[in-house]
């Protein structure tokens, strides 16, 4: 495809969270914009190779934050889950109850105070031991080890992440977004350095004013590329990024079990922090199937462009299914630590690996990179960016319209300051090889 002459022209790579959000915003504002989003997959595809890191059987949707600029970012999320008739048919306000022995219910508490957001009847700590006997005492065997309470928030809960997926695509195709599926192999660049767009591994060439890499756990390593072929060492990600991955599990439930299951919130166990940031389990999808997640966060260090860098799996679906019996163990010990013996004798199948991109402090990028004008990142969810979904493309927009709130800005720009790594329990200490050797 020839260059576009269309100064308000865009490539989004990546059709996950932060790429269709961005879509979707972009074209909502600017209705006569070019928005070309490029992703290897068919934004309807239902396949098993689509990776999970967007599109999942559900995700968390949660306001429960100690940061509170994400608390006020996902409060308004939120806002949009329960109003808007595009995402409203997939949330499900569950509520949340969360086990953590590091002082987290009252941080939440401040920040919504902070905020000016009730609490009363909706949000409270409780002692374990009342804790246990809500919800039908269906964590009564969960691991309260040096827990003093329970938070339970009834404004939190989940949602359906391929209904929603889907849907958001759908009405950015729609409103004018075209919709490309390739794989990109290469960025496209002017003879002055600027990123002018992309190319295909098929060979074709997609130009635009603006290209934004929204391309999660496969970004470090397309930079690391980009670097290598341009001779320009600004691009690579360096410690900003590193793609890790985290196992899920589900379980399906009988009839009866269900029934006792119907009411049951998403639950959030931090018992024992040294294994990483949380395990935990959400309710019963539409097939009366519980999800866990488990608490191994890992890398899968390789050699790429003669660098050691961190990214999934060369598979084209970044080999999900493969998942060793390490992890598969890491989401029983969350069955355990959330449900004790009542969880026995469930059998978790469907194991899967999920990719995301991580950085130091958690934060996003959104940001333009330094390295080439015309180039931007709006990625690195670090295991908590789904729930934004209805919202980040705003703030992709404003990024790129130079409306970013300043605070904002310089917490998600590229180069901000890289705080120590080891002080972050969502960082991967763990590499795949080693648990696959387990």
Known sequence: MGPSTNQRSYIVVGAGVFGTSTALHLITRFPDASVTLVDRDPWDAANASRVAASWDWNKVVRADYRDPAYCALALEAQDVWRADPLWRPFYRESGVYWISRTGFAQAVLDNYARLGR??????????????????????????????????????????????ALRAAAERAVRLGVKFVTAEVAALEFDAGGGCVGVRTAGGETYTAAHTILSTGAFTPKLLEHTADGTGKDDFRAGGRIIAAGVTTGLAQLDDETAEAFAQMPVCIQENPTERGASNGTLPLNEDNMLKWWGQYIFKNTQTIAGR?????PAASDYAQWAVPDALVQDVEFANRATFGKRGEAWQITQHRICWDAVTPSEDFI?????????????????????????????YVVRMLEGTLEPDLQSRWAWDREIPDPSRNIVWPKKELKDLQEI
């Open 308 to 312: 050691q860098i961190s990214a999934p």
């Open 118 to 163: 009730p609490t009363e009847g909706r949000l409270y700590a409780l002692p374990v031991a009342e804790a246990r006997r809500r919800y039908g005492g269906v964590f009564d065997g969960a691991d309260y080890t040096g827990v003093e309470s329970v938070l339970v928030n009834t404004t939190s809960g989940w949602a359906d992440a391929k209904g």
């Open 366 to 394: 959104i940001s333009p990179h330094p390295a080439s004008k015309g180039l931007y990142l709006a990625t690195c969810g670090s295991f908590h960016g789904w729930k934004f979904f209805p919202i980040i493309g705003d």
